[in-house]
Structures are given as structure tokens and as C-alpha cells.
């Protein structure tokens, strides 16, 4: 069974680049062609969709989000990874890596203030 | 970007049947937009629950099941329990391969 464990500071000062990193165990990354999803949950609101990657390089991002979003996979490591610029307090949330929509890490709050 | 509609919030009784419903600004939703539904407790991940408008994952109580109606993707809870007291999101995936989910809905079973 595949697991999937987000990690990374929990705090990030405005106008800085939030990088989160999403260690999977129990597969490779390079098995299948499944895609590597983002997503997070501002405190009390609803879930959304940031970006997602397959290991045949196509990579996806929201439209709101495009500009600042950059998503990677490290094969060798069995990581893929989260970089968001210029972060502002819109951007706390509990961010979520998964592998495509069906298997979830357990989240992690990323908390923007100075 | 496509809004996806769900009701805010549902009541259903222990033992009873609701249908809870996922729409699209576009028009009417069809297996095209892969239909998914999540539950989500509080202080924890969301779990998928249905996929591809239909299909259940090992996991998946039997009571839960998905399906078009009236041109909206559905999810239909028959003999609702305690421990489905839950959020609810449903994930349209739309042209360009942009997934967009619907705000929640909050069931409660009282």
C-alpha cells in the first residue's frame, strides 16, 4: 500500500517561498504512470487543487496559481516536491500531497506570518 | 475556471437514505469529468470514497454509492450511520486536465 508523508517548515514569512516535499514509500514513484498531486485546505474552508505531475514529465497547475507554483519529482529520492513564491496570509492552509486523487498524506499546516 | 456546486449542509437520520449532489457551472455533469467524492472528519485528511463517477475502493462502505442524476454527479448514503457524520467533496476534471473540486458538504446524522 502506498503512503505518502508531507513535510516542511510550518511557518513562512510573507514574500518568501513556501517548499514542502512529499516522501512516498511502499512504491516507486517511477511505477505506473500515475500522477502526483498538491492540495491544500485553508483553516476552516473547503479543499483546493494546486498542482499535479505525471512521471512522464505533463505537468498541470491551477490557473490561480500558476505564476507562483513550481511542482518536481526527485526519482531517486522518491520525492516529489512543492515551491510557492511569494507567499502571502491567503497562503496558510494544511497542504496535502497525494498520488493522484486516491491516496493522501496526512497534511501539513503551513502557517504565512511574520 | 468552472465552479462546482454542492449543497452546504444535509441532515439525515441514522438508518436513513440522503443523496448529496455535485454540479458544474459548465452544464451537466457527465462520466467525462471523472467524477470523485471525498469524506473528510475533522482534523483529518480527506479519504476518496467513489471514483470515476461509480467505483468504490476497497475501503468504501457498501453503503456509500456514486452516480449521475439529473445531470448532476451524485452520491447516495442508504442506511446512514453515526460515523458518516463527515464533509463532503466531490472533484470535477474539466478540459486541460484542471480538476476542480465543489465547496463541501457538511452531513450531519441526527
Not at chain 1, 13 to 36: A, H, M, Q
Not at chain 1, 49 to 56: E, F, K, L
Not at chain 1, 73 to 84: A, G, I, M, P
Request: glycine share 12%; net charge neutral.
Amino acid at each position: 500500500q502506498v503512503q505518502l508523508q508531507e513535510s516542511g517548515p510550518g511557518l513562512v514569512k510573507p514574500s518568501e517561498t513556501l517548499s514542502l516535499t512529499c516522501t512516498v514509500s511502499g512504491r516507486s514513484i517511477s511505477s505506473g504512470d500515475y500522477f502526483w498531486s498538491w492540495i491544500r485546505q485553508p483553516p476552516g474552508k473547503g479543499l483546493e487543487w494546486i498542482a499535479y505531475m505525471y512521471i512522464s514529465g505533463g505537468t498541470y497547475y491551477n490557473p490561480s496559481l500558476e505564476s507562483r507554483v513550481t511542482i518536481s519529482l526527485d526519482t531517486s529520492k522518491n520525492q516529489f516536491s512543492l515551491r510557492l513564491t511569494s507567499v502571502t496570509a491567503a497562503d496558510t492552509a494544511v497542504y496535502y500531497c497525494a498520488r493522484g486523487h486516491n491516496y493522501w498524506g496526512q497534511g501539513t499546516l503551513v502557517t504565512v506570518s511574520s | 475556471q468552472a465552479v462546482v456546486t454542492q449543497e452546504p449542509s444535509l441532515t439525515v437520520s441514522p438508518g436513513g437514505t440522503v443523496t448529496l449532489t455535485c454540479g458544474s457551472s459548465t452544464g451537466a455533469v457527465t462520466s467525462g469529468h471523472y467524477p470523485y467524492w471525498f469524506q473528510q472528519k475533522p482534523g483529518h485528511a480527506p479519504r476518496t470514497l467513489i471514483y470515476d463517477t461509480s467505483d468504490k475502493h476497497s475501503w468504501t462502505p457498501a453503503r456509500f454509492s456514486g452516480s449521475l442524476l439529473g445531470g448532476k454527479a451524485a452520491l447516495t448514503l442508504s442506511g446512514a450511520q453515526p460515523e458518516d457524520e463527515a464533509d463532503y467533496y466531490c472533484l470535477l476534471s474539466y478540459s486541460g486536465a484542471r480538476p476542480v473540486f465543489g465547496g463541501g458538504t457538511k452531513l450531519t446524522v441526527l
